[in-house]
Nanobody, 123 residues
Framework: VQLQASGGGLVQAGESLRLSCTTSGLAVTTYRVGWFRQAPGKEREFVAATTNTGSSTFFADSVKGRFTLSTDSAANAVYLEMNNLTPEDTAVYYC?????????????????WGQGTLVTVSS
C-alpha cells in the first residue's frame, strides 16, 4: 500500500490545520492508521491512531483534547484535525498503517509510511 500525507503548512499559534492521509493500492479500511511526528533534532513520536473503521481512536497525552481523527472510506482517507496549535506542535507529520488487532505507539509495528508533511506553528 502507498500512503500520501498532505495538508501541512504554516499557521499561527491557536489556529487549526487538517492533515490528510490517503491510501492507494488497498482501501484505507483495510488497515489501522497512525500518525507520528518528528520535530527537528528529536525522535519520531506517536500522535494518534485509529481503527480501520474509525470506531476507536487513541491519542498521545500531548494532543488529547486538541486533535481528532476521522475516517472517510469513500475517499480512502483518514484526517487528523489539529486545533489550538502551539509552536510545540511544529514537526513533520507522518501517517502509517498496520494490521495488528490493537492500537500501537511503536513505529516498528507499522508496515508502510507516507512521506511526511511539514507543520510549522509560529508564536
Amino acid at each position: 500500500v502507498q500512503l500520501q500525507a498532505s495538508g501541512g503548512g504554516l499557521v499561527q499559534a491557536g489556529e487549526s490545520l487538517r492533515l490528510s492521509c490517503t491510501t492507494s493500492g488497498l482501501a484505507v479500511t483495510t488497515y489501522r492508521v497512525g500518525w507520528f511526528r518528528q520535530a527537528p533534532g528529536k525522535e519520531r513520536e506517536f500522535v494518534a491512531a485509529t481503527t480501520n473503521t474509525g470506531s476507536s481512536t487513541f491519542f498521545a497525552d500531548s494532543v488529547k483534547g486538541r486533535f481528532t481523527l476521522s475516517t472517510d472510506s469513500a475517499a480512502n482517507a483518514v484526517y487528523l484535525e489539529m486545533n489550538n496549535l502551539t509552536p510545540e506542535d511544529t514537526a513533520v507529520y507522518y501517517c502509517a498503517v498496520h494490521k495488528n488487532p490493537f492500537h500501537t505507539v511503536q513505529p516498528g509495528l507499522y508496515i508502510s509510511w507516507g512521506q511526511g508533511t511539514l507543520v510549522t506553528v509560529s508564536s
